[in-house]
């Protein structure tokens, strides 16, 4: 895992949507991100790390 990455997961800890946005911009898994965040914290955060790590 490089740095960079590891940077992204501290930010979509904080900030799920932001942290995903950063790596993908304001493509799909951007807004799926945005509507998990939405309904809960914790869904968004699950998916923002599935995100960037796979």
Do not use: N, Q
Not at 18 to 35: S, T
């Amino acid at each position: 895992m490089s740095t960079a990455t590891f940077i992204d997961i501290i930010i979509a800890i904080l900030l799920p949507p932001l942290g995903v946005f950063l790596r993908f911009g304001c493509g799909v898994e951007f807004w799926i991100c945005l509507i998990l965040t939405l309904f809960g914290y914790l869904p968004g955060i699950i998916y923002a790390i599935w995100a960037i790590t796979k």
